[in-house]
T-cell receptor, first 115, second 110 residues
C-alpha cells in the first residue's frame, strides 16, 4: 500500500482563524490532490500539485491555498476559516497505472469543524 | 463541461437482491471511468476501473458510450456491501484529476 498520512485527523476551530492541513506521502509520487467531501456534493477538487512548487486550482479553490516545497508534503491552508469550510478533507496521490489512467490512493481524511 | 451524475443519493435493498448503482457522465472524448467505495469510517478505495474489465467483490460495470453511462451492478447484494459509492471520470486533463459524482449510499438490509 502507498503510504499516505494526513494530520490532524480532527480539528475544531473558530471562524477567522488560520488552519493548515498536512498530507505526507512516503513514495515520491508526482501528483497530489486535496478534495473536500460534503453530503450531496460528493468529492470536489480544491487544489492539486504535479511537482514541487507546481500547483493548480481545482473547482472549489476560493478560500484555500496550497504549498508543496518537498515531494512528500502537500499542505492545504485556510487563511481565515469560515463555517462553509466545515467538511472532511481528503488528500490523494496518483499511482501510475499499468495501462490507461492511474489510480488515486486516498488518505484517511481530516474532519474540520469551523464554529 | 465534464460532469459525473449519480442520480440516487440512497439505494436500499435486501440481502440477496440485485443492485444497480447508476452513473452517467458528460465528456466528448474517450473517458476513463472508475468506481470508488468508502466503507464506514474508512478511506476511499478503488473498487474497479472500466479499462480492466474486471469483477471485484462480485461487482461489475460496463461502459456504454452510447448512453454515456457506467452503471455498477451486483447480482446478489450482501450486507457488507453497505457503503458509499462514487463514480469518477478521468477526462485526460492536465494533472490527472478525477471528477467525482455526488455519491450513492447503498444500504443492504438483512
Amino acid at each position: 500500500d502507498a503510504g499516505i498520512t494526513q494530520s490532524p485527523r480532527h480539528k475544531v476551530t473558530e471562524t477567522g482563524t488560520p488552519v493548515t492541513l498536512r498530507c505526507h506521502q512516503t513514495e515520491n509520487h508526482r501528483y497530489m490532490y486535496w478534495y473536500r467531501q460534503d453530503p450531496g456534493h460528493g468529492l470536489r477538487l480544491i487544489h492539486y500539485s504535479y511537482g514541487v512548487k507546481d500547483t493548480d486550482k481545482g473547482e472549489v479553490s476560493d478560500g484555500y491555498s496550497v504549498s508543496r516545497s518537498k515531494t512528500e508534503d502537500f499542505l492545504l491552508t485556510l487563511e481565515s476559516a469560515t463555517s462553509s469550510q466545515t467538511s472532511v478533507y481528503f488528500c490523494a496521490i496518483r499511482i501510475p497505472g499499468l495501462a490507461g489512467a492511474g489510480e488515486l490512493f486516498f488518505g484517511e481524511g481530516s474532519r474540520l469543524t469551523v464554529l | 463541461a465534464q460532469r459525473v451524475t449519480q442520480p440516487e443519493k440512497l439505494l436500499s435493498v435486501f440481502k440477496g437482491a440485485p443492485v444497480e448503482l447508476k452513473c452517467n457522465y458528460s465528456y466528448s472524448g474517450s473517458p476513463e471511468l472508475f468506481w470508488y467505495v468508502q466503507y464506514s469510517r474508512q478511506r476511499l478505495q478503488l473498487l474497479l476501473r472500466h479499462i480492466s474489465r474486471e469483477s471485484i467483490k462480485g461487482f461489475t460495470a460496463d461502459l456504454n458510450k452510447g448512453e454515456t453511462s457506467f452503471h455498477l451492478k451486483k447480482p446478489f447484494a450482501q450486507e457488507e456491501d453497505s457503503a458509499m459509492y462514487y463514480c469518477a471520470l478521468d477526462a485526460g486533463n492536465q494533472g490527472g484529476k478525477l471528477i467525482f459524482g455526488q455519491g450513492t449510499e447503498l444500504s443492504v438490509k438483512p
